[in-house]
């Protein structure tokens, strides 16, 4: 696949960077099967258009979120058999969904047990000076 001139488009390291990842990531989400192939320059170099980076946009977060790459990996083959698998797509996020609910709360516990011992720091600072 050849990238019009007239489409702007991101080197490796330029969509890389617009988007938090490593090139070395970039790469290896492509050996994965994560990104579709992307387009190519006159030279053979691949170049990364608007729609390509909103997609790896979307990777990232799901990454952040932790999503386990067999599951990002599912999803990326749902997507591109198109319209007939959003039921699957949605299954597939409302779990992930659910597993992030479950993580937060389990923050906010940690978050809470470590304001506790801030405050009983602070208190004994205090008692000493």
Partial sequence: MDI???????????AAERVGLTTYTLRWYEQEGLVAPVGRDSSGRRRYTESDVNWLFLLTRLRRTGMPVRDMRRYAELARQGDRTLGARRALFEAHRARVLARMADLREDLRVLDHKIDAYRR??????
């Fill in 4 to 14: 019009s001139t007239r489409e702007t488009s991101l080197t490796v390291g330029e």
């Fill in 124 to 129: 004994a600072e205090e008692e000493l000076a």
